[in-house]
């Protein structure tokens, strides 16, 4: 299922990906930010193919009428998405299963188009419109096509930046300058497009790497439910306090950390909503289940659940750390004493009972 995502160099575009010198396997991963593409052809003659007429509707706010230059801006943006999605979809459609390339473009276009239509984008700055035709646009397309063995090859970001920029013309402020070049804000505008894009596609990629490494665990779905929705529920929480922790601890440390907060607080959880947990959720699956966190697409990919933000300059932990049994053993032998320690203030209410009882 992953044949494509997992080929060598694949997601190489993904922030997780990127590091200096790798502790663990003595290998150099190359850091920065790939270079983002020229302006492409497009944007100097858009509308040159001929796509299907918008869908009908015009504004999605409720009770409102699109005027006839809102209809306009809407068919150029409509026009321009099918041009630009279809020329990407050409080159990843070899890995779609069962759509046509005509209802593959169809379905990616509705979700950016569906983001633009509404009138309240163009009474905003362009900086917080643009952020929310990004973030509209995605929470659609993720939900729906996620699972796409296309989802991390296809790049939407010069068809999200034409809708944005789109919007951005019609309001009057995508000032134009004079001369040759693009214009003035186009830079800008596609930098906020570039950075929610991979936002959101990090966190399209860690969902699905907890979600392969707990089905990888664990084989009752109703356990996988409840572990995958732990895991997640947790992961930025761990995250967070290991980074508040403002004392100067090496880049290892941090990341046992992170591990050890992501561990208990998320098999925490699970222990306390499974029924017959000691018999599922135990030291060997525990285990196993974190040891396929730290490689959720196999040894031979280098995407972690582990954020790159802890492991950039020292690399992915190997699956076989000898941290994780440490603390699977720790964590396990701290629920166990709970459960045999009585609950605070017991001791205390049963001695005033006796005091209070007559003789």
């Given at each position: 299922m992953l044949r494509q995502m997992l080929s060598d160099g694949m997601l190489k575009h993904r922030r997780c990906a990127r590091g200096g010198d790798l502790l663990w396997q003595g290998e150099v991963l190359g850091a920065g930010r790939p270079a983002?593409?020229?302006?492409?052809?497009?944007?100097?003659?858009?509308?040159?193919?001929?796509p299907p007429p918008p869908p009908p509707g015009g504004s999605a706010v409720t009770g409102a009428t699109a005027t006839p230059d809102f209809d306009r801006l809407l068919e150029r943006v409509h026009g321009n998405l099918y041009q630009i999605v279809g020329e990407e979809a050409s080159r990843v459609f070899h890995l779609e299963r069962a759509?046509?390339?005509?209802?593959?473009?169809k379905r990616v276009v509705r979700y950016i188009y569906n983001a633009a239509k509404s009138q309240e984008l163009i009474m905003l700055p362009w900086e917080e419109a643009t952020a929310k035709l990004v973030e509209h646009a995605m929470?659609?397309?993720?939900?729906?096509?996620?699972?796409?063995?296309?989802?991390?090859e296809l790049d939407l970001t010069q068809a999200l930046c034409s809708a944005a920029w789109e919007l951005a013309r019609a309001t009057g402020q995508a000032a134009q300058r004079s001369g040759p070049g693009p214009p003035a804000r186009y830079r800008q505008l596609q930098d906020v497009v570039v950075r929610i894009y991979e936002d959101k596609l990090d966190e399209a990629l860690l969902a699905k790497g907890i979600w392969d490494a707990t089905r990888?665990?664990?084989?009752?779905?109703?356990?996988?439910?409840?572990?995958?929705?732990?895991l997640t529920k947790t992961h930025a929480k761990a995250l967070e306090e290991s980074l508040m922790d403002s004392r100067p601890l090496e880049d290892l440390k941090r990341v046992e950390q992170f591990t050890r907060r992501w561990m208990d607080s998320s098999m925490r959880q699970v222990w306390s909503v499974v029924e017959g947990a000691e018999s599922n959720i135990n030291e060997g699956s525990i285990l196993r289940l974190f040891q396929n966190l730290i490689a959720p697409f196999g040894d031979h990919h280098h995407y972690s659940c582990i954020p790159p933000v802890l492991i950039q300059h020292i690399g992915r932990p190997p699956t076989d750390w000898q941290f994780?049994?440490?603390?699977?053993?720790?964590?396990?032998?701290?629920?166990?004493?709970?459960?045999?320690r009585p609950p605070l203030g017991v001791s205390k209410r049963r001695r005033v009972r006796a005091s209070a009882a007559p003789a």
């Amino acid at each position: 299922m992953l044949r494509q995502m997992l080929s060598d160099g694949m997601l190489k575009h993904r922030r997780c990906a990127r590091g200096g010198d790798l502790l663990w396997q003595g290998e150099v991963l190359g850091a920065g930010r790939p270079a983002v593409r020229p302006r492409p052809r497009w944007a100097e003659g858009l509308l040159a193919m001929q796509p299907p007429p918008p869908p009908p509707g015009g504004s999605a706010v409720t009770g409102a009428t699109a005027t006839p230059d809102f209809d306009r801006l809407l068919e150029r943006v409509h026009g321009n998405l099918y041009q630009i999605v279809g020329e990407e979809a050409s080159r990843v459609f070899h890995l779609e299963r069962a759509w046509s390339k005509t209802e593959l473009v169809k379905r990616v276009v509705r979700y950016i188009y569906n983001a633009a239509k509404s009138q309240e984008l163009i009474m905003l700055p362009w900086e917080e419109a643009t952020a929310k035709l990004v973030e509209h646009a995605m929470q659609g397309y993720c939900g729906a096509c996620s699972d796409r063995h296309w989802f991390f090859e296809l790049d939407l970001t010069q068809a999200l930046c034409s809708a944005a920029w789109e919007l951005a013309r019609a309001t009057g402020q995508a000032a134009q300058r004079s001369g040759p070049g693009p214009p003035a804000r186009y830079r800008q505008l596609q930098d906020v497009v570039v950075r929610i894009y991979e936002d959101k596609l990090d966190e399209a990629l860690l969902a699905k790497g907890i979600w392969d490494a707990t089905r990888a665990t664990f084989l009752d779905p109703a356990l996988q439910s409840k572990v995958n929705r732990a895991l997640t529920k947790t992961h930025a929480k761990a995250l967070e306090e290991s980074l508040m922790d403002s004392r100067p601890l090496e880049d290892l440390k941090r990341v046992e950390q992170f591990t050890r907060r992501w561990m208990d607080s998320s098999m925490r959880q699970v222990w306390s909503v499974v029924e017959g947990a000691e018999s599922n959720i135990n030291e060997g699956s525990i285990l196993r289940l974190f040891q396929n966190l730290i490689a959720p697409f196999g040894d031979h990919h280098h995407y972690s659940c582990i954020p790159p933000v802890l492991i950039q300059h020292i690399g992915r932990p190997p699956t076989d750390w000898q941290f994780l049994a440490e603390s699977v053993q720790q964590v396990v032998s701290t629920w166990r004493q709970e459960l045999l320690r009585p609950p605070l203030g017991v001791s205390k209410r049963r001695r005033v009972r006796a005091s209070a009882a007559p003789a």
